[in-house]
């Protein structure tokens, strides 16, 4: 019979060896802990649409105090809750019909039925679904049924037909309609679809090719803007605040409908102000069109997005940028703007308006306008337009821009504007886009873009050249 061998005591350097060898990481993704993902939907949808919170701002609030979370969870809490205000008005009318008690539900469990539809509606299992909320037996099978009920939107009049299944006010679904005809179909499904994440190359510091290759170097897969000259597309899902190229101040994110806007201020001239600079994405942008050289004033009457303003140029490298807060109205305000009266070769106005063009970043928007709201809105416009022209010199160009789909907010208000200011003219948008540019993305000679064409954000933005030699304005 064989003895057996004692074995030896590990020796002091085996263990530690041990402790310096890595661990084997799990494969495939950790799953996610849907309890505590659906407590965070639950708390930031309630923000949004019961205490009337920005969705980014509620975002922000809720994943802040839920340090807990993991990355992927993070994420999954930002694209559930967004995804559900994309599709609000289309979950209700489809919830109500599912689910027996909707109506007489609880708020609470009202808005644990709506996530449920809205995940389905997003293409997840309705029976994996039912046991992640841990629904009850009759409301799970309620749940299945949910994408066929979509069948009786056929029941409804077209014009309530469209703007349910768009999940849009009444009064913005006719406009739509009024706009784009039977595209209105096709621009909605658009505007309710998730955005890319797109960013601007800062040419003071790095070029387009040159960026994208970095950020390669760093795991980022990118694809260049089909429209705009310096901007990215990034395919893989980062917080790109985290990259050290954006630490750097190699980009700024932006949207490739704004780099265009940006690119109708043209350069470089000496004087330019953006009128309406706010955090300053075009600021920058008009910044790096100068070289860093002239002076760019940049006026808002909110200090705290200009103080975003400074950080974000110190990042970037830019020096010509004055900032200059100004009053909102009265006598204080037209003092403020007398220093720059008649002395800019470009004025930017890149109006507030109802941001209709943006409801795929900012999908709760939609639920804060009415009718009044989009007159005030013109109404504003029409004012800013007026007081800003005064900065333009002869021979100099004011640009008017909003990031609106609707005509009341853009074509009607410099109509306006032309008829009150006739020693103003309209100038074709293609002189500075270039023709195969201005061809895809211009009407009536201004910036035209879409959601559904142009994969963009929906601008619209107009070159308005002051004539030298200056008619009276209209009384």
Same mark, same amino acid.
């Given at each position: ?254 949207? @490739?409908?704004?780099?265009? #806007?940006?690119? %109708?201020? +043209?350069?470089?001239? /000496?004087?330019? &102000? *953006? !009128? ?55 006598? @204080?305000?037209?003092?403020? #703007?007398?220093? %720059?009266? +008649?002395?800019?070769? /470009?004025?930017? &106005? *890149? !109006? ?55 005509? @009341? ?67």
């Amino acid at each position: 019979m064989m003895k057996k061998r004692a074995l030896k005591p590990k020796r002091r350097d085996d263990r530690r060896e041990e402790r310096r060898a890595p661990r084997k990481k799990p494969s495939g993704p950790r799953p996610l802990r849907e309890d505590l993902v659906t407590q965070a939907c639950l708390e930031a949808y309630g923000a949004v649409r019961h205490e009337n919170r920005l969705a980014d701002r509620a975002l922000e609030f809720v994943l802040r105090n839920r340090s807990n979370l993991y990355s992927h969870e993070r994420r999954a809490v930002a694209e559930r809750v967004y995804a559900l205000l994309r599709r609000q008005r289309l979950v209700d009318f489809l919830a109500e019909r599912a689910f027996p008690r909707f109506a007489s539900a609880n708020t609470t469990r009202k808005d644990l039925l709506r996530l449920a539809a809205s995940r389905v509606l997003e293409g997840e299992p309705a029976g994996a679904v039912g046991d992640a909320l841990t629904l009850v037996s009759d409301e799970a099978v309620a749940l299945a049924r949910v994408p066929a009920l979509r069948s009786e939107l056929s029941s409804l009049p077209p014009g309530e037909r469209f703007a349910v299944e768009a999940s849009l006010p009444d009064f913005l679904a006719a406009r739509l309609r009024a706009e784009l005809g039977p595209e209105a179909v096709e621009a909605a499904a658009a505007m309710n679809q998730r955005a890319p994440l797109t960013v601007r190359a800062n040419a003071l510091k790095i070029t387009r090719d040159e960026l994208a290759q970095r950020l390669r170097r760093d795991g980022v897969e990118v694809k260049t803007t089909p429209l705009s000259p310096f901007g990215l597309h990034l395919e893989t899902r980062v917080n790109v605040y985290s990259l050290e190229a954006f630490k750097e101040g190699l980009f700024e994110v932006q949207d @490739e409908g704004s780099q265009l #806007l940006g690119m %109708l201020v +043209d350069g470089p001239p /000496r004087t330019v &102000v *953006d !009128a309406c600079a706010g955090a300053g994405g075009k600021t920058l942008q008009i910044a790096a069109q100068m070289k860093n050289r002239g002076d760019l004033y940049a006026l808002d009457v909110d200090e705290r997005r200009l103080g975003e303003l400074k950080l974000r140029a110190r990042r970037a490298g830019v020096h010509n940028v004055r900032v200059k807060p100004i009053p909102g109205e009265g006598p @204080e305000a037209e003092t403020a #703007l007398l220093p %720059l009266k +008649d002395a800019a070769e /470009r004025v930017l &106005v *890149d !109006a507030p308006c109802t941001g209709t063009g943006t409801f795929r970043r900012k999908p709760d928007a939609r639920y804060r306008l009415d009718e009044a709201s989009l007159a005030d809105h013109v109404q504003r416009q029409k004012q800013l337009l007026a007081r800003f022209a005064t900065m333009v010199k002869p021979g100099g160009r004011l640009v008017y821009g909003t990031c609106s789909l609707l005509r @009341e907010e853009n074509e009607e208000v410099v109509k306006d504007f032309l008829f009150r200011h006739p020693h103003f003219e309209v100038l074709p948008a293609a002189q500075w886009l270039g023709p195969e540019l201005g061809q895809k993305c211009t009407v009536d000679g201004a910036l035209r873009l879409y959601p559904h064409r142009h994969n963009t954000d929906g601008f619209y933005g107009v070159v308005l050249g002051r004539k030298k030699q200056a008619s009276s304005p209209a009384s």
